[in-house]
T-cell receptor, first 115, second 115 residues
Framework: AQSVAQPEDQVNVAEGNPLTVKCTYSVSGNPYLFWYVQYPNRGLQFLLKYITGDNLVKGSYGFEAEFNKSQTSFHLKKPSALVSDSALYFCAVRDNGGATNKLIFGTGTLLAVQP | EPEVTQTPSHQVTQMGQEVILRCVPISNHLYFYWYRQILGQKVEFLVSFYNNEISEKSEIFDDQFSVERPDGSNFTLKIRSTKLEDSAMYFC?????????????FGPGTRLTVT
């Protein structure tokens, strides 16, 4: 069965420091990977995706993610965190075993950026 | 920028009552989805809809649930007889047909509270 794991419930980082939010996946076939962010009382906003091509994917708000096939990981990164980056981050994978492009989400990681 | 909208933002209902959650997907999108997020848990797929029929549904999506696209713009989720465990945030999402795309765009969600 396809799955996504986000091993950290919360990540704390000081403003200006680099941040990493971890994600590992398990899929059959080629992985199609996504990161979404959820701000309080808001929906899920698409940040970036990996479908094919370069392992380093750049997305919105200065975020990027590195696809690592050997480690089955897709960690989200940002060189310099902002307080406004504080939110809930979800990693997701397309369900290759299903009939449609449904997404399977991880449990989410709360990113807290301290001023 | 086009976005997915959902109404109402919050719905409170009594157990056993019917509720209809409404969504307006992005206008040129053709795939539609409902997901839910029970408080503190991960986002779970409920159903996908394409070409006026259900493409795929999860085991959560039992006979109490139904979806409809009544007028070419709205996409609704109906729960016929709500249970306490239906209390959750319900997200609508849509995506286009481009195979190179795959990302889904989510609405802000409807918080359903069943008392």
């Amino acid at each position: 069965a396809q799955s996504v794991a986000q091993p950290e419930d919360q990540v704390n980082v000081a403003e200006g420091n680099p941040l990493t939010v971890k994600c590992t996946y398990s899929v059959s076939g080629n992985p199609y990977l996504f990161w979404y962010v959820q701000y309080p009382n808001r929906g899920l906003q698409f940040l970036l995706k990996y479908i094919t091509g370069d392992n380093l994917v750049k997305g919105s708000y200065g975020f990027e993610a590195e696809f690592n096939k050997s480690q089955t990981s897709f960690h989200l990164k940002k060189p310099s965190a902002l307080v406004s980056d504080s939110a809930l981050y979800f990693c997701a994978v397309r369900d290759n075993g299903g009939a449609t492009n449904k997404l399977i989400f991880g449990t989410g990681t709360l990113l807290a950026v301290q001023p | 920028e086009p976005e997915v909208t959902q109404t109402p933002s919050h719905q409170v209902t009594q157990m056993g009552q019917e509720v209809i959650l409404r969504c307006v997907p992005i206008s040129n999108h053709l795939y539609f989805y409902w997901y839910r997020q029970i408080l503190g848990q991960k986002v779970e797929f409920l159903v996908s809809f394409y070409n006026n029929e259900i493409s795929e549904k999860s085991e959560i999506f039992d006979d109490q649930f139904s979806v409809e696209r009544p007028d070419g713009s709205n996409f609704t989720l109906k729960i016929r007889s709500t249970k306490l465990e239906d209390s959750a945030m319900y997200f609508c999402a849509s995506s286009d047909l481009a195979i190179s795309s795959y990302e889904q765009y989510f609405g802000p969600g409807t918080r359903l509270t069943v008392t």
